[in-house]
């Protein structure tokens, strides 16, 4: 059985697909997530690299890490390039961090969870996330055919731990309540929906819009 890590680096690898295919032109394209077109998605995501990589790497001084290392970051002159680097950088983060015997601060849900556990909740992030971008870029079909079977399971699984409860009301919840996926959806469809996207949304219908987050 593949560790967590080693999940986690196929779900940065496929992402990696999707996000190097992006450009300053597709910025303003909408997403699944309200209220959020592509620039506002990527700074987002840059921001929570850098903050799931602070936080591991501060873990390991024995200490935390504030929710300002967590704030959306401002995109370089190349969209892909700053995501490629802040993916090294929890990438280079979370290497051996099975060995890493305390538990690690997430200030943005105030809580300490084990090192395995801050993978888990990155790699479902990632890989949600990268079909966030493709369904924004219209290369859906392609990000889903990098995704292997294994990977996606995983994700489903950690999904579907996500308490779908009055927390997801709140506002800035990451998301929305799940949404009924039909009797024989496959995995990734299931995933989609416990974390309630709409695994239908295309650009060309904006108005149909999935959770933040």
Do not use: K, N
């Not at 979370?94 to 890493?100: A, C």
């Not at 909740?121 to 290369?139: F, N, Q, R, S, Y």
């Amino acid at each position: 059985m593949l560790t967590v890590v080693a999940l986690h680096h196929r779900a940065v690898g496929a992402a990696r697909t999707v996000l190097d295919r992006v450009t300053p032109a597709d910025l303003d394209r909408p997403t699944p997530c309200a209220g959020w077109d592509l620039r506002a998605l990527l700074e987002h995501m840059a921001g929570q690299d850098h903050g799931f990589a602070t936080a591991v790497t501060a873990a390991r001084r024995g200490a935390g890490t504030d929710l300002a290392a967590f704030a959306p970051r401002a995109l370089g002159a190349s969209p892909a390039a700053t995501l490629a680097s802040t993916l090294d950088e929890v990438g280079a983060a979370f290497s051996g961090v099975e060995e890493l015997q305390r538990t690690v601060l997430l200030p943005e849900f105030d809580v300490r969870v084990p090192a395995p556990v801050l993978v888990s909740m990155h790699l479902v992030d990632t890989l949600v996330h990268g079909w966030d971008v493709a369904a924004g870029l219209d290369v859906v079909e392609a990000y889903l055919g990098v995704l292997d079977a294994e990977l996606v399971e995983a994700g489903l699984a950690i999904a579907e731990q996500v308490a779908d409860d009055e927390s997801r009301e709140a506002p800035g919840a990451p998301f929305r309540h799940a949404v009924p996926a039909p009797a024989d959806a496959d995995a990734w469809t299931r995933l989609l929906t416990s974390l309630g996207r709409d695994p239908a949304w295309t650009a060309d219908r904006a108005d149909r819009v999935s959770p933040r987050g």
